[in-house]
């Protein structure tokens, strides 16, 4: 079963738009940590935000914000004002401890977003 | 803070060659890096993990004689592709974290290409 759900292939939105991202999880592990990653057509990984599962209020960054709602497991990205450079890919994660103890990443299969002028 | 510098960032070769690839943390002490590989429009996949001073942990179904991997120092990891093919030809990617709470921090890629 896939752990993290990105359920929007593809989104748009419009320039100085808010935007909301998908991303339900699945998990026993009462301790996790969720993350959002932008990947730019040029490659490279650029990490957005972290929530951990303790965390009482939803994390901030700027324009980001996450809206973690853990009844519902879901954990979706909202950008606010959008602009061009928005445009990418957008990855939802969540950690676990793989048999090594380290704390692996689970990746969703992304969303891209395309930010219209 | 936290850049993580790959190198290098495109390579083209010949089939049978071995190609190395270097990640490094440069602000930060990386306690573990992982080694991802990324096909066109699909999702990281990861390859393998590699803990400072021990033998690093693949995942199932990655050859560990194909893709060897050294961690040497806080600092420094390494993939060497061994004897590629036109297979092998992808988008590989390291990220470094400093500590179990922290986030991955990711190299800009390497993007392998095998005639």
């Known amino acids: 079963a896939q752990k993290i759900t990105q359920t929007q292939p593809g989104m748009f939105v419009q320039e100085k738009e808010a935007v909301t991202l998908d991303c339900t999880y699945d998990t026993s592990d009462p301790s996790y940590g969720l993350f959002w990653y932008k990947q730019p057509s040029s490659g490279e990984m650029i990490f957005l935000i972290y929530q951990g599962s303790y965390d009482q209020q939803n994390a901030t960054e700027g324009r980001y914000s996450l809206n973690f709602q853990k009844a519902r497991k879901s954990a979706n990205l909202v950008i606010s004002a959008s602009q061009l450079g928005d445009s990418a890919m957008y990855f939802c994660a969540m950690r676990e401890i793989n048999a090594g103890n380290n704390r692996k990443l689970i990746w969703g299969l992304g969303t891209s977003l395309a930010v219209n002028p | 803070g936290a850049v993580v510098s790959q190198h290098p960032s495109r390579v083209i070769c010949k089939s049978g060659t071995s190609v190395k690839i270097e990640c490094r943390s440069l602000d930060f002490q990386a306690t573990t890096m992982f080694w991802y590989r990324q096909f066109p429009k699909q999702s990281l996949m990861l390859m393998a993990t590699s803990n400072e001073g021990s033998k690093a942990t693949y995942e199932q179904g990655v050859e560990k004689d194909k893709f060897l991997i050294n961690h040497a120092s806080l600092t420094l990891s390494t993939l060497t592709v061994t004897s590629a093919h036109p297979e092998d030809s992808s988008f590989y990617i390291c990220?470094?974290?400093?500590?179990?709470?922290?986030?991955?921090?990711f190299g800009d890629g390497t993007r392998l290409s095998i005639l």
């Open positions: 990220s470094a974290s400093g500590g179990s709470n922290q986030p991955q921090h």
